[in-house]
Nanobody, 124 residues
Framework: QVQLVESGGGLVQAGGSLRLSCAAS?????????MGWFRQAPGKEREFVSA????????NYADSVKGRFTISRDNGKNTMYLQMSSLKPEDTAVYYC????????????????WGQGTQVTVSS
């Protein structure tokens, strides 16, 4: 079992930046975990934001965040990050981190472990 805890959300003005963190724990051997960020706005389905492989050699972004968001991870700290810049009001959502054994795909249903989410609100 893997526990995921997000942090770093908050209220920011449009054009501002935030960095989200996702700390993983619980399983002795966390190697080979693919991880991703998803978000869900009120009244909308959860959508893919970004994903990263265990080695960080492969990253993937939704078109809506390319060039503005950067995903990274520090396996020594069992932590994944999402640096968000040039934030827009449409980025407002609850952001979730997710993990699975193996690759880090974009599909929500392929992830086995989820955090509780952290709220990001971007004011105009």
């Amino acid at each position: 079992q893997v526990q995921l805890v997000e942090s770093g959300g908050g209220l920011v003005q449009a054009g501002g930046s935030l960095r989200l963190s996702c700390a993983a724990s619980g399983r002795t051997f966390l190697r080979n975990l693919g991880m991703g960020w998803f978000r869900q706005a009120p009244g909308k389905e959860r959508e893919f934001v970004s994903a990263i492989s265990w080695s960080s050699s492969t990253t993937n972004y939704a078109d809506s965040v390319k060039g503005r968001f950067t995903i990274s991870r520090d396996n020594g700290k069992n932590t994944m990050y999402l640096q968000m810049s040039s934030l827009k009001p449409e980025d407002t959502a609850v952001y979730y981190c997710a993990a699975r054994n193996g690759a880090a795909p974009a599909a929500t249903y392929q992830y086995d472990y989820w955090g509780q989410g952290t709220q990001v609100t971007v004011s105009s």
